[in-house]
């Protein structure tokens, strides 16, 4: 069964502070992987997109590892501020070329305060 | 222009009335999507449209009918919705190939609805 999980469910951290969070999937075929950020009451906005080749992939404070052995990636965001509190959705694209299943992970609500 | 937009943001009906969302996107994407989201929880695929036609239905109640009329537009159209419809309807659009670099979703900025 494709699934993707993601934690910690929800995070609290200090303006300034850096933090990680987690997703591990278990998808077939893998395709890609993509992190999302979503404020509330708002479609979700992308912020990275991994191939199962790559294993890094920075977007200005953003940094998005892929390990495709274990089936995990982190996203890890430096100098948090507090316009990143937002839920960060983990999503992995199952399929061959042209056919595409997104699975959705259930999020990490950031909350970033002063 | 990378835009999805979705109208209204925000909508209020009855049970008994008939309403339609609307998206629009004018990135040449040929694969768009139906997503709902209640609170706290990721969205979840209603439907998909890949070149203007149907490709995927996740068992969606028939009182939620979507329409493509052509490459950049897709509608939802509701009627007679229940309480438990009340969520955040989000459309998305994605380039359909075999380059994964182009597969991104891009996501409207969603319809508030509530059913009253």
């Known amino acids: 069964k494709n699934q993707v999980e993601q934690s910690p469910q929800s995070l609290i951290i200090l303006e300034g502070k850096n933090c990680t969070l987690q997703c591990n999937y278990t998808v077939s075929p893998f395709s890609n992987l993509r992190w999302y950020k979503q404020d509330t009451g708002r479609g979700p906005v992308s912020l990275t997109i991994?191939?199962?080749?790559?294993n890094t992939k920075s977007n200005g404070r953003y940094t998005a590892t892929l390990d495709a052995d274990t089936k995990q990636s982190s996203l890890h965001i430096t100098a948090s501020q507090l316009s990143d509190s937002a839920s960060y959705i983990c999503v992995v694209s199952a399929g061959t070329s042209g056919t595409y299943k997104y699975i959705f992970g259930t999020g990490t609500r950031l909350k970033v305060l002063a | 222009d990378t835009e999805v937009t979705q109208t209204p943001k925000h909508l209020v009906m009855g049970m008994t009335n008939k309403k339609s969302l609307k998206c629009e996107q004018h990135m040449g994407h040929r694969a768009m999507y139906w997503y709902k989201q209640k609170a706290k929880k990721p969205p979840e695929l209603m439907f998909v449209y890949s070149y203007e036609k149907l490709s995927i239905n996740e068992s969606v109640p028939s009182r939620f009918s979507p329409e493509c009329p052509n490459s950049s537009l897709l509608n939802l159209h509701l009627h007679a919705l229940q309480p438990e419809d009340s969520a955040l309807y989000l459309c998305a659009s994605s380039q359909i190939g075999t380059v994964i670099a182009k597969n991104i979703q891009y996501f409207g900025a969603g319809t508030r609805l509530s059913v009253l």
């Open positions: 991994m191939t199962f080749s790559e």
